[in-house]
């Protein structure tokens, strides 16, 4: 019997070229399928309910305001609510200026590491574009 397996990715150029790089030990082993971003009518309702159970609350227009932020992206939303739900203590609401926080926090944590990487380019690996 075989045993299947998921792999499932956000880097899409990485997960298609794992599968179909002739160069790959994966070539061809697989079935693609592209999984659609979760509808709104079933991920806020998901959201708001999770924050209850956890005697916490979020308003429906501002989760509807994070999704159209991202574009539906599970990564990035999951990201956002995780961090603003543990930035909202039990009993209060998740504000959107708890939101707008906590993704300034996400956004100055990944840049910690994007400028350790800039700091390792060469300047012959850097392509400067002119700022108009």
């Known amino acids: 019997?075989?045993?299947?397996?998921?792999?499932?990715?956000?880097?899409?150029?990485?997960?298609?070229?794992?599968?179909?790089?002739?160069?790959?030990?994966?070539?061809?082993s697989t079935s693609i399928m592209?999984?659609?971003?979760?509808?709104?009518?079933?991920?806020?309702?998901?959201?708001c309910k999770w924050f209850r159970v956890y005697e916490r609350d979020i308003h429906e227009k501002d989760v509807l305001r994070i999704y159209g932020l991202f574009g539906g992206n599970t990564y990035y939303m999951?990201?956002?609510?995780?961090?603003?739900?543990?930035n909202t203590s039990a009993g209060g609401v998740c504000t959107i200026d708890i939101l707008r926080q906590t993704i300034d926090e996400i956004l100055e944590e990944a840049g910690d590491g994007y400028r350790r990487i800039f700091q390792r380019?060469?300047?012959?690996?850097?392509?400067?574009?002119?700022?108009?």
Not at 34 to 47: A, D, G, K, Q, R
Not at 78 to 86: G, L, S, V
């Open 34 to 47: 592209e999984l659609h971003p979760i509808s709104t009518e079933e991920y806020i309702p998901f959201v």
């Open 1 to 28: 019997m075989e045993n299947p397996f998921i792999f499932a990715g956000s880097e899409r150029h990485l997960v298609t070229e794992m599968f179909l790089s002739s160069a790959r030990p994966f070539y061809n």
């Open 78 to 86: 999951q990201k956002t609510f995780h961090e603003a739900f543990i």
């Open 121 to 132: 380019l060469k300047e012959s690996d850097i392509l400067f574009l002119p700022l108009d």
